[in-house]
């Protein structure tokens, strides 16, 4: 059983998504493929992958400046090609490199893909949403999944107010 989510945000988002949807998201994903991944544990990507990977999700690094090392025991890889089959593609890049990596996602049938908070690109979010893919913007899944205080994969999270 989940436990209730908090009451709904009292300001709407870039993406337009409600709470429901972003939790529905975050609940059925199971395979990640985290663009723009780093080796340099002061970065956000690293922080998100551990958390995600705490979840009981299936993360894949992809950074070709970073091929073959890995990161929280899982090798990186340098394309989305490389990571597929994936259902969702959570981007740490800024937006101005956002296009090809959603023209990838879109290519290898994801069904979400996810901006980390400041990364917007409307033009390809209009592309993929015109496939059928779920596009979360400007959002970070650590935050939402804590402030909605969900259980993903058996894991408990607390809202940051508890």
């Not at 209730?4 to 529905?24: E, F, K, M, N, Q």
Request: charged share 20%; net charge positive.
């Amino acid at each position: 059983m989940q436990p209730p989510t908090s009451a709904a945000r009292p300001y709407s988002t870039i993406d337009g998504l409600s709470d429901d949807v972003v939790a529905d998201l975050l609940r059925t994903t199971r395979r990640i493929a985290l663009v723009g991944a780093s080796t340099n544990p002061g970065r956000a990507s690293h922080g998100v992958m551990r958390f995600l990977l705490e979840c009981g999700y299936d993360v894949t690094p992809v950074n070709p400046d970073h091929l073959g090392h890995t990161i929280h025991g899982r090798t990186v890889v340098a394309t989305l090609d490389e990571a597929a089959p994936l259902d969702m593609v959570d981007v740490f890049r800024r937006s101005a490199f956002v296009a090809p990596v959603v023209d990838s996602a879109i290519r290898l049938g994801a069904r979400s893909v996810w901006m980390q908070l400041r990364v917007i690109d409307e033009s390809a979010a209009v592309k993929a949403r015109a496939a059928g893919i779920t596009v979360v913007m400007d959002r970070c899944p650590v935050i939402e999944a804590r402030r909605m205080n969900l259980q993903l994969a058996g894991m408990a999270l607390r809202s940051r107010s508890s």
